[in-house]
């Protein structure tokens, strides 16, 4: 919501523009004459006037009694060349001249008496330029000044103290609780603090206070924003808006400033709602970082809980403040009094993902076969801009190949785009590579199919997308809160069944597997060092994490441990994705006809969904027959071999 500049505001600004330019030149024009007029001119004191006149040099003076000055010629002189030059001079008279008056008239010096008139005094050239000198600064103060009696916008000078927020107009905001789907639970406490400020004496007839502050957390692009524009269009009182990053300047002071001035605009329209997005920016915890508890941003923060629940009473005025990063706040601004509730707007789980598409394509004509249900099921794990993202990027696909409806193909080929990136299909690759990179995928999708703990394939593709030559990607059939141990290993071996696919066909390895191993890698070190999944070093945890609650980064790690349980940490981590990759060799080789068939297809398709793939994998069991299917040492391991396994990778044990 921007502040437009009023003509008159642009039509000063031009005329000043204008005059200041003309007064710059015309200074620009006075320096000039003013410099070539001295140039040539000797300034002499008074005593080296007197020696040149006793010497005979000078040939005139005319001397002026308003400015006690003389200013003259020397006697003509010729140089090597025999030219005649007249030199000039210049100097100061003391008050009483007398003296130089009687040597030059001795000497026989032409002497004269000049009274310059007030206006030559006027208009010398060295006053134009200090008077328009003095003009300039003054003129550029009194065109700020106006600008900033008339309103000229709060990015102007003298404007730092004041706040940045906008308030946002009712009956501009289209958007409502109706256009925020699949957080339910978090629309419900939304709805109660903006029912209170329609209705207040429902609650107080009650004894209910209505909460100070309301701060919504969760990852990014889960809808956090969105809800506050829905409170602004669904409250029938004033809305403010500011990020909290338009807090701080470098000037000390200023942010401070603006909290009081954001405030002060509140409690006048109070009962009022002030939505602060991005909380992290100005409310760290304090004492952190360079400049200890005297820094800019430490002091807009006191100010902000000053006015959140200081001294004065700040009735009618509802915080909200949306974050991801709640682990970085102070503790004292998250007590009850400033924030007395915390709303979390994680992401959607299947339904709410169903319920986020339809909003999004419901404004797109799509075609009778999309099954958006099926959608939903396919994006565990997605936000609601990632879902909107989605359906943007179908629309365009659609409109590439000129369509008039949306397919299942042109969302599934958007959703491929959004989790690896656009096809690249102008890289060139060779054919003994695009066979590497078939053996490699169909190794992850055979370890999969084989693995009852592993999530169902949904596409192979040998066609290089993003950053990756090729690809496999896997969805659950469902969402999964809580995950066991043994998926975590089944999940380990899909990753190494690329590699061991590469090193039974090819006896060779190649680089193609180093995201799998380091992510492998970290799943196994997960399962030591934080879920206590190890047998041998019991139900611990080692390592104090500092990492983003919602952003999963890790900042800093404390390591609380012995060199003694870091060997252990290592000896653990190192069995389980060695016997985990064991485990998915004996697939691969188990399958070996089925990887040379299934490569000679995919190689020639170039792309495997579902259905294809699990229709071949069937038809190459059956033709094996039930016994050469179920016997172990082919991959399809039997439950007592399995189990077996199970119990090696949990036991103390390399």
């Not at 939304?190 to 919504?216: H, M, N, S, T, W």
Request: glycine share 8%; hydrophobic share 40%.
């Amino acid at each position: 919501m921007c502040r437009a500049e009023r003509p008159g505001n642009w039509l000063m600004a031009s005329r000043f523009v204008q005059i200041a330019l003309l007064v710059v030149f015309v200074a620009l024009i006075a320096m000039f004459f003013t410099r070539m007029g001295q140039m040539g001119v000797e300034e002499l004191s008074y005593t080296e006037l007197v020696s040149r006149i006793e010497a005979g040099r000078v040939s005139t003076m005319n001397v002026s009694r308003e400015t006690d000055t003389a200013e003259g010629s020397f006697v003509p002189t010729r140089d090597t060349e025999g030219n005649e030059t007249v030199g000039r001079y210049k100097a100061n008279l003391p008050p009483d001249y007398s003296d130089v008056i009687k040597v030059a008239a001795e000497r026989g010096v032409s002497v004269k008496f000049v009274n310059p008139s007030g206006l030559a005094v006027l208009f010398n050239p060295t006053m134009i330029l200090w008077i328009l000198m003095l003009l300039l600064p003054i003129g550029l103060i009194w065109f700020i000044i106006s600008r900033q009696a008339q309103g000229g916008g709060q990015s102007q000078a003298f404007n730092f103290g004041k706040s940045r927020a906008r308030m946002m107009n009712p009956e501009k905001t289209r958007i409502t609780f109706k256009d925020v789907a699949g957080l339910d639970e978090v629309v419900d406490e939304l709805c109660e603090v903006v029912d209170f400020l329609k209705d207040p004496a429902k609650y107080q007839r009650l004894g209910a206070e209505i909460p100070k502050g309301v701060i919504l957390l969760g990852p990014p692009g889960c809808g956090k924003t969105l809800l506050a524009k829905a409170i602004a269009g669904e409250a029938n009182v004033p809305f403010f808006f500011i990020s909290g990053s338009d807090f701080v300047e470098m000037f000390v002071g200023v942010g401070a400033a603006r909290v009081r001035d954001l405030f002060e605009q509140a409690k006048r329209r109070a009962p009022c709602l002030v939505f602060i997005d991005e909380l992290d920016a100005v409310g760290r915890l304090r004492g952190t970082g360079i400049g200890g508890g005297h820094d800019e941003r430490e002091q807009t923060l006191n100010q902000l809980l000053v006015e959140m629940d200081g001294f004065e009473p700040n009735s009618g005025v509802i915080l909200l403040a949306a974050t991801n990063r709640p682990d970085v706040l102070d503790p004292a601004l998250l007590r009850p009094g400033r924030f007395d509730r915390r709303v979390v707007v994680d992401a959607p789980d299947v339904k709410g993902r169903e319920e986020i598409l339809k909003i999004h394509i419901k404004n797109k004509p799509i075609a009778s076969s999309v099954d958006i249900k099926l959608l939903a099921q396919r994006m565990p794990g997605f936000s609601g801009a990632d879902l909107r993202n989605v359906a943007n990027e179908a629309a365009l696909l659609a409109a590439r190949k000129g369509l008039d409806k949306l397919t299942m193909a042109e969302l599934d080929e958007a959703i491929e785009r959004v989790v690896a990136g656009p096809e690249r299909r102008s890289r060139v690759i060779s054919e003994e590579e695009k066979k590497i990179i078939a053996h490699h995928e169909l190794g992850h999708a055979v370890v999969a199919y084989r693995l009852p703990g592993a999530d169902p394939v949904y596409k192979i593709s040998v066609l290089p997308r993003g950053l990756a030559l090729g690809y496999t990607l896997q969805f659950p059939e469902q969402d999964f809160f809580l995950i066991s141990r043994t998926k975590l290993l089944d999940r380990i071996c899909v990753l190494l069944g690329g590699r061991a696919s590469e090193e039974l066909v090819f006896k060779e390895i190649t680089t193609g597997a180093n995201n799998d191993l380091e992510r492998s890698t970290e799943i196994a070190r997960e399962m030591v060092t934080r879920f206590g999944m190890s047998d041998k070093l019991g139900p611990l945890t080692f390592g104090s994490k500092h990492q983003s609650i919602f952003l999963g980064k890790a900042l800093a790690e404390d390591r609380n441990y012995s060199e003694e349980i870091a060997s252990l940490i290592d000896e653990e981590v190192q069995r389980i994705v060695r016997e985990s990759y064991k485990k998915a060799r004996s697939i691969v080789e188990g399958n070996r006809k089925h990887l040379h068939r299934i490569s000679e297809v995919l190689v020639e398709r170039e792309t495997l969904d579902r259905k294809e793939f699990e229709r071949l994998m069937r038809e190459l069991d059956e033709s094996e027959g039930p016994e050469e299917s179920t016997k172990d040492g082919t991959g399809f391991l039997s439950q007592q071999a399995n189990d077996s396994l199970e119990m090696d990778l949990s036991g103390s044990g390399a």
